[in-house]
């Protein structure tokens, strides 16, 4: 089987109230692109927060003391500590920079997954506005996939990703935030090896694999290509959710 990503190139600046699947189904034809039972639309968190309208004014941010205490020891702007902490369920380390939280939604990211590149609103400078991750990326991938599937008459998977960086290695590295219609994890446990042997703990973030290959295709500066068209996925397409793939706490080596 042969995996193939396609960026859609035909993909407009987002803004907030657009209707994204409208969007990928107009940009499938300039890609010569018609849907197939088994493909997955993989987006970039960005254009669902902006259709979403999950910018936010920095001028317009109010911050309270536990925030103001955050940027003294973070040495960030004390508003944009005010929004991370309002996206958090637990602050987990803090140096200068950065903010390392258990976001609201269950993974451990920088910052509460807050940015500001590639981020401007209407009537005030760039650096004034920030884009906060979707309310629910699980919902999100799923109100788009719905729209695709009716559309289209094929089954389809949707998954939005954005870039996080791992406790144990350098960089960023595409990562799914939410999904609809295929597996987050693929548990291997039970079959055999090329020898024989049964593999006991083998479990695939089959999610997160394809999110990487995806932010390949993407990139992370001014490409433009913010939908990635994927056909071949390897695995049987099934409901899915994030909460596959958060580790539980007491799980977790790192904290």
């Known amino acids: 089987m042969t995996l193939v990503l396609t960026p859609l190139r035909a993909i407009p600046l987002i803004r907030p109230g657009d209707d994204l699947a409208d969007i990928i189904l107009s940009a499938l034809q300039p890609s010569s692109l018609e849907l197939q039972d088994g ?21 317009a941010v109010v911050p309270t003391a536990k925030a103001l205490e955050l940027a003294a020891s973070s040495q960030k702007d004390a508003r944009f500590c005010e929004l991370v902490l309002r996206e958090t369920g637990e602050v987990l380390r803090v140096g200068p920079g950065t903010i390392i939280v ?20 209407e009537g005030s400078a760039e650096q004034d506005w920030v884009l906060l991750l979707p309310e629910n990326p699980d919902r ?37 935030i939410g ?14 090896d090329l020898y024989g042997f049964t593999l006991r703990v083998t479990t695939i973030a089959a999610a997160d694999e394809l999110a990487a290959a995806a932010s390949l295709v993407m990139g992370q500066a001014a490409e433009g290509t ?30």
């Open 102 to 121: 258990q976001h609201r939604l269950g993974f451990v990211c920088a910052n509460a997954g807050i940015d500001h590149s590639n981020v401007a609103g």
């Open 140 to 176: 999100s991938a799923g109100l788009v996939r719905e729209r695709l599937e009716t559309a289209s008459g094929r089954r389809l998977g949707t998954m939005i990703i954005d870039s996080h960086g791992r406790a144990w290695r350098l960089g960023v590295a595409g990562t799914c």
């Open 226 to 255: 913010p939908v990635i068209h994927v056909r071949g996925f390897p695995y049987p397409l099934r409901e899915g959710s994030l909460r596959e793939l958060i580790r539980p706490k007491e799980l977790d080596l790192f904290r």
């Open 179 to 192: 999904l609809s219609g295929l597996p987050g994890l693929v548990d291997m446990r039970g079959q055999s």
């Open 39 to 59: 493909d997955i639309l993989v987006l970039a968190q960005k254009i669902v927060s902006k259709a979403e309208g999950r910018l936010m004014d920095l001028a």
